[in-house]
C-alpha cells in the first residue's frame, strides 16, 4: 500500500460510471434512440414527453445488454429486482422523477481484474435507468433550451466500491471498461460524445486511521479531465486536513470539474442535499428473470478481451505471433462502430477474426506480418481507416497463397496489395495480377535449374548494359550490386526474387 | 346533413345535461355516427374526464390540463369505437380523481339527478359518469375508481358501478392518480348493459405493463365459471356469501340504518333461495383507510409532478422579479395556479410521506398494511388467488379458508347521497375529513386489485313498516325520523366483492340482486 501513499495520504477513490446502451429503441419507450447529429426533439414519443396516460414498458433488449455487461463484470445477476421513482424538478426531467433501480438493482457483488490496473476492482452494483433529456441554459436570456431527443434512452449505472488508490488506476480502469463494454456490444462507451460518464468519489486519509471525508464530483466527461479532477481533490483536501489542523474535516460535497480552470468547484454541501423522495414504482413491478433467461444471454456473450487476448497468445505465439502483434490487432477491434442491441455481426469481419481466418491453412507469422505490415501500413500511407472489408478474406488468402507459391514476388504482391486497397473490386487476386503483369512466370523465371534460365539472360543483358558497375563490384564494391539489381528489377517489372538474381549474377561474375 | 344531425344529438345532450353538469365536454363528430357492426352498436358511452380522447379534451377537472388534447385515444376508448359504441362526451369528476363527492372539479359539482332540486352529491370521483347514466344521458360510462370513485358516485345515484380485477382493463391513457390503485371501470343502469360494455374492453394491452396475461385471465375465469355453475339463479344452493363483520362501522347503525336495514333483507331474501350466509372478519380493515390515503397520495405526488406547464398544460410564467434560481420556483407559479386545493393537499401529504425521514414510518407501514389486507381477504376467499400464486416466492401467503366464501357483500357507503351545501360549507370550513370517511367501505378491495361491484337496493324507508324483515328492530324508529329529513328513499348500495380474476361471479351475484331489488 505504501507505494501509494501521496506525502504520507492515503487516497481512496470510487467511481460511478453512466454508461448509454447501445440499444435501438429507448428503455421503456419504443421510440428510437438518438444520434448526436439528430435534429432535436425528433426522437420522443409521447411517454418521453411525459404526456399524461402514457406508461413505461421494459426494452427486453436493453436489459439483455444490461445482462451482458454484469456477465462481463462478474456481478451476480438478482433474480427478482425493481424500478424506483427518483424525483426531483429539473427542467431536464419530464415526468418529475428518474426510474432507476435504488433499492434493488438487477446487479451486484461484481469483481473486475485486469493485469492493467494492477488490483481487483469490486463492483458494488449495476443499475438500469433512464437518461435525462438535454437543457442548455442561457444565463444571460435566463432561459432553457429543451432537447428531448436523449429523455428515457437506457443507461447502465456501473459503482465500483471504493478501490482505487491513485488517480492513473481510476483511468485505467475506464479505459479497460470502456474496452469491455465495447467487446460484449452493450455501448460505445464513448466519452467526447457523451456514452459513457464519470462521477469520483475521492477521500484521503493516513495509513491506519479511518477513511476521510469523501467528496464526490460529478459529470467527468473525459479521462483527461478525470485525473485532473482527482489530483486536483487530493491536493485540495490535503491542503484541508495539513493547514487548519489535525481537528479538521473535508466537507462533504458535491463538486464539479472546471475545465478551462481544471480545478474543481462547490455544486452542493450535504446541508443542501436533495431528498429523492424514492418511490417503487408501481407500474414496472418486480423484474423477475428466469435463470435459462439468465443463461441464454450468458452462453451468447461475445468473448472478453482478457479472454480474447489470453486465447491468441495461447494459440499463435508458438508461430511466432508477438503480444505486441495481437494487442495491435485488438486495439483496432476495440475502436470498432458496434452494432445495435448487442447484434454481432458477420458481414463486417473485425481485425481478429480476419487474421484468424485468413491464418486458417497458414503460416500465422506470415499472415500476422502482412496483416500488420503491408495492410495496415498502406492502409495508413494512404490516409484510409481500418476495415477488413476493402480485401474480403478470400482475396486475401489467394494474395498469400500467390507470395507463398512463388507466383508473385513480394514487391509485386506489395503493389497488388495497394491497388486492391485503392479500387476494391471481386476480380481474383490472381487474373487481377495477370492484368496488371505482375505474375513470375513458373516457366519463364522460376526454373534455376535449368541453363534455359530467362533469369540468367537477364542478367548477363545487365552485365553488358552497365559494364562500369560491374568493374566496380569486381572491384569489390558490393553496394553498386544494388544498382544492377535495379536495372534487372526495371526490365522484368519487378517479376524477379532480389535474392535468385543476386545469386545468378554472383555465379556469373565469379567465373 | 351528417353534421347537423350530430351536432343537433349535442347540443340536445347538452340541454338535457343543464341541471346536472355530468358532461364537460360533448361528442359532435359526425364520423363517429358512420355504421358499425360490433357488439355495441347504438350504445353512447359517457368518458370520464381523465380519459384519453383524441377528438375532445382530456382535462381531469383541473385547471392545470383546461385545454388539453391528448394525441391519442386510450386503449378503452379504442376498444369500445372498435365495437360500435359512440362516445357521447366526457363526464366531470373530481380533479385528478381525488375527491369522493365531484366537489373538486374545475367544472364545478354534479348534481344528482334523483332529485336535482334538493341538490345532492353525485358522489365522486367518477360522479358525472354515474350522474350521466343515472339521468338517462348516455346507456353507460366509464369512471375509474382508485379507492370508492366508481362505487360510491353509483350508490349515490342508484346506478350499477363495476371497478374490475386491477389489471383487466387498460390504463394506458387514463391519466395516473395513483397507478397501483387506478382501476377503469363501467357504470350502467343494470347489471346486463355493465357486463356487456365490461366485456368489449376487457383485453390484454402491451401498452399497459400492469395488464395482465391472457394466461392469468383465463384461469381465473375458469374458477369463477365453476363457481357459477354450482348454483342455478333460482335456487342459490352452494353459494356462500360472506358477511364481513367490520363493515358495519357504528356510523352505519346510528345514522343511516335504512341502510343496515336494507342490506338485512337482501340477506334474508338470499338466504331464502338457498345460499349460505357466513359472518367473516377482515380484522386489518380498521387500518385501511389510513393506509389507502398514505399510498393514493405518495403516488399521486408523484404521478403528478409532469404537470411544469413545460410542454402542454397551463403555464403561468414567473413574474418579473420572481425567484428563477431553482427548476422548482419556476414551476411553482404554473403548479400553484393550475392544481385545486384537494390535489394540493395530497400532494403535500404524499410528498411528507416520501421523504426520507417519513418513508418507512408512512410509505413503507402503509404498504405493510396493504398486504396484511389482502392476506384478510385471500383468508376468507373459497378461492384462491391466481395471482400470488404465480409471482409470489414468500411462503407465507395466505391460503384459501376451508369454509371460505365466494363472495363478500356490504353497503357500499355508509350513507346516501349528502346535500351539495352541506359539503360545501364542511369544505369551506377546511374539515375534509368528512370526505375521506366516505371510502372507508371501499378502499380494501382497492388496496387489493379486487373486483367490486356496487348494485342499487331498496331503500326500504319509505315503505310500511310491516312490510320490513326486521320491523321488530329498534332502528325503524329512527328510519321513521330519518324519512322526515329526507333521506327516504334515496338510492343505496350495496358492493358485492370477489376474488382476484372473478369479475363474471360477481357480476352473476350482481345480477341476481338486481333481480330481487327490483322484486
Redesign the interface.
Known amino acids: 500500500m505504501s507505494r501509494w501513499l501521496v506525502d504520507g495520504w492515503q487516497v481512496i477513490i470510487g467511481i460511478e460510471t453512466h454508461v448509454q446502451i447501445k440499444s435501438s429503441q429507448k428503455l421503456f419507450s419504443r421510440a428510437p434512440t438518438s444520434l448526436l447529429n439528430d435534429a432535436p426533439n425528433t426522437r420522443y414519443n ?1 411517454f418521453d ?10 426494452n427486453r433488449k436493453c436489459l439483455d445488454l444490461a445482462l451482458r455487461a454484469a456477465f462481463a463484470l462478474g456481478c451476480s445477476v438478482n433474480k ?1 429486482s425493481s424500478f424506483d ?1 427518483k ?1 426531483y ?3 431536464d426531467q ?4 428518474q426510474i432507476t433501480q435504488h433499492y434493488s438493482p438487477f446487479a451486484v457483488n461484481g469483481q473486475y481484474t485486469s493485469p492493467k490496473i494492477g488490483l481487483p476492482i469490486r463492483i458494488k452494483q449495476i443499475q438500469l435507468e433512464q437518461d435525462t433529456a438535454k437543457s442548455i441554459t442561457n444565463a444571460r436570456t ?1 432561459t432553457a433550451l ?1 432537447d428531448l431527443n436523449r429523455a428515457g434512452a437506457g443507461l447502465l449505472e456501473i459503482v465500483t466500491e471504493p478501490d482505487f488508490r491513485t488517480a492513473g488506476q481510476a483511468a485505467e480502469y475506464v479505459r479497460s471498461l470502456q474496452e469491455l463494454l465495447r467487446a460484449v456490444g452493450v455501448s460505445d462507451g464513448n466519452m467526447e460524445a457523451g456514452s459513457l460518464r464519470c462521477d469520483v468519489n475521492v477521500s484521503i486519509n493516513r495509513p491506519g486511521e479511518p477513511p476521510g471525508t469523501r467528496t464526490e464530483v460529478k459529470n467527468i466527461n473525459s479521462l483527461k479531465f478525470m485525473v485532473a479532477a482527482i489530483e486536483y481533490e487530493i491536493q485540495r483536501q490535503k491542503t484541508i486536513l495539513e493547514t487548519l489542523g489535525p481537528k479538521q474535516k473535508v466537507p462533504q460535497e458535491t463538486r464539479g470539474f472546471n475545465s478551462e480552470t481544471w480545478k474543481t468547484f462547490r455544486l452542493r454541501s450535504k446541508e443542501d442535499a436533495p ?1 429523492y ?3 417503487p ?6 423484474l ?1 428473470l428466469s435463470e435459462q433467461h439468465i443463461e441464454a444471454v450468458r452462453r451468447e456473450m461475445p468473448p472478453l478481451p482478457d479472454a480474447t487476448r489470453l486465447r491468441l497468445i495461447q494459440t499463435y505465439s508458438s508461430s511466432g505471433v508477438t503480444e505486441r502483434n495481437i494487442d495491435v490487432l485488438m486495439n483496432l477491434d476495440a475502436v470498432r462502430d458496434i452494432a445495435y442491441d448487442g447484434v454481432v455481426e458477420d458481414t463486417v469481419v473485425g481485425a481478429v477474426a480476419y487474421f484468424e481466418l485468413c491464418s486458417q491453412g497458414r503460416d500465422p507469422k506470415f499472415v500476422m506480418d502482412w496483416i500488420i505490415q503491408n495492410f495496415l501500413g498502406q492502409l495508413f500511407a494512404l490516409g484510409k481507416p481500418f476495415s477488413t472489408e476493402y480485401i474480403p478474406v478470400a482475396q486475401m488468402g489467394d494474395l498469400l497463397d500467390l507470395i507463398t507459391t512463388k507466383q508473385i514476388t513480394r514487391p509485386s504482391a506489395k503493389l497488388l496489395l495497394k491497388h486492391m486497397l485503392i479500387s476494391p473490386s471481386d476480380i481474383p487476386v490472381k487474373q487481377l495480377a495477370e492484368k496488371m503483369d505482375v505474375l513470375s512466370s513458373v516457366d519463364e523465371l522460376s526454373n534455376s535449374s535449368s541453363h534455359d534460365d530467362p533469369l540468367r539472360d537477364v542478367c548477363i543483358r545487365a552485365m553488358d548494359a552497365l559494364p562500369s558497375e560491374i568493374a566496380a563490384i569486381q572491384a569489390g564494391n558490393e553496394n553498386v550490386m544494388n544498382k544492377v539489381i535495379g536495372w534487372i528489377m526495371r526490365q522484368t517489372k519487378g517479376k524477379v526474387e532480389v535474392i535468385r538474381a543476386k545469386d545468378i549474377l554472383k555465379q556469373l561474375l565469379s567465373r | 346533413m351528417l353534421r347537423r344531425f350530430a351536432s343537433n344529438a349535442a347540443s340536445s345532450l347538452r340541454a338535457k345535461d343543464a341541471s346536472f353538469n355530468a358532461f364537460v365536454s360533448f361528442e359532435d363528430s359526425p364520423d363517429l355516427f358512420k355504421p358499425n357492426e360490433g357488439l355495441l352498436n347504438d350504445f353512447s358511452v359517457g368518458i370520464k374526464d381523465n380519459i384519453c380522447t383524441s377528438a375532445l379534451p382530456t382535462t381531469c377537472g383541473s385547471a392545470i390540463l383546461q385545454d388539453f388534447r391528448s394525441p391519442f385515444d386510450a386503449t378503452v376508448v379504442k376498444l369500445l369505437k372498435e365495437a360500435g359504441a359512440r362516445i357521447a362526451g366526457k363526464t366531470n369528476c373530481d380533479e385528478f380523481g381525488m375527491g369522493s363527492l365531484n366537489i373538486h372539479s374545475i367544472h364545478g359539482p354534479v348534481v344528482n339527478p334523483f332529485d336535482v332540486d334538493s341538490r345532492r352529491a353525485a358522489g365522486g370521483s367518477s360522479g358525472g359518469s354515474a350522474a350521466a347514466v343515472a339521468a338517462g344521458l348516455c346507456d353507460a360510462a366509464l369512471g375509474t375508481d382508485t379507492g370508492g370513485s366508481i362505487r360510491l358516485p353509483a350508490s349515490y345515484c342508484g346506478v350499477v358501478g363495476l371497478k374490475p380485477s386491477y389489471g383487466l382493463l387498460s390504463r394506458h391513457g387514463v391519466v395516473s392518480y395513483a397507478d397501483s390503485l387506478d382501476t377503469v371501470g363501467v357504470l350502467a343502469q343494470n347489471v346486463q348493459k355493465v357486463e356487456k360494455v365490461f366485456g368489449s374492453i376487457n383485453k390484454r394491452d402491451f401498452n399497459d405493463p400492469t395488464s395482465v396475461s391472457e394466461r392469468l385471465r383465463e384461469k381465473a375465469r375458469l374458477i369463477a365459471m365453476e363457481r357459477i355453475q354450482r348454483w342455478d339463479t333460482e335456487s342459490l344452493e352452494g353459494l356462500r356469501i360472506g358477511v364481513p363483520q367490520e363493515y358495519f362501522p357504528s356510523e352505519l347503525n346510528s345514522a343511516s340504518s335504512h341502510i343496515l336495514s336494507a342490506i338485512r333483507h337482501l340477506l334474508a331474501r338470499l338466504r331464502s333461495l338457498g345460499a349460505s350466509i357466513v359472518p367473516v372478519s377482515l380484522p386489518s380493515t380498521k387500518y385501511a383507510l389510513s393506509a389507502y390515503y398514505v399510498i393514493a397520495s405518495a403516488e399521486g405526488s408523484s404521478c403528478l409532478s409532469r404537470y411544469d406547464g413545460i410542454r402542454y398544460g397551463l403555464r403561468v410564467p414567473p413574474s418579473p422579479g420572481s425567484d428563477l434560481t431553482s427548476t422548482s420556483e419556476t414551476y411553482a407559479h404554473s403548479r400553484s395556479r393550475g392544481f385545486g386545493s384537494e390535489v394540493k393537499k395530497r400532494i403535500l401529504l404524499g410528498t411528507y410521506a416520501l421523504g426520507a425521514d417519513a418513508f418507512d414510518n408512512y410509505f413503507l407501514q402503509a404498504q405493510r398494511v396493504r398486504q396484511m389486507v389482502r392476506n384478510d381477504f385471500d383468508r376468507v376467499f373459497s378461492i384462491t388467488n391466481v395471482l400470488h400464486t404465480e409471482n409470489s416466492s414468500e411462503e407465507d401467503v395466505a391460503g384459501p379458508g376451508v369454509n371460505g366464501v365466494d363472495v363478500l357483500i356490504h353497503p357500499s357507503a355508509i350513507r346516501t347521497a349528502p346535500r351539495l351545501d352541506d359539503v360545501l360549507d364542511t369544505l369551506r370550513q377546511r374539515d375534509t375529513l368528512q370526505d375521506y370517511v366516505q371510502d372507508v367501505l371501499t378502499v380494501p378491495a382497492s388496496l387489493s386489485g379486487l373486483p367490486a361491484l356496487s348494485v342499487p337496493v331498496q331503500n326500504r324507508s319509505k315503505f310500511p313498516a310491516s312490510s320490513l324483515p326486521t320491523s321488530t328492530d329498534k332502528g325503524y324508529q329512527q328510519e321513521a325520523e330519518k324519512d322526515e329529513v329526507g333521506d327516504a328513499g334515496w338510492p343505496i348500495g350495496v358492493s358485492i366483492v370477489g376474488q382476484w380474476g372473478t369479475d363474471e361471479l360477481v357480476l352473476r351475484v350482481g345480477q341476481v340482486i338486481e333481480r330481487l331489488s327490483r322484486g
Do not use: Q
Open positions: 409521447t414527453a411525459a404526456l399524461p396516460g402514457t406508461l413505461p414498458r421494459l427478482r421513482r424525483h424538478f429539473y427542467f419530464p415526468t418529475g422523477y435566463r429543451i431528498d423522495r424514492y418511490m414504482d408501481p407500474n414496472l413491478g418486480v423477475v
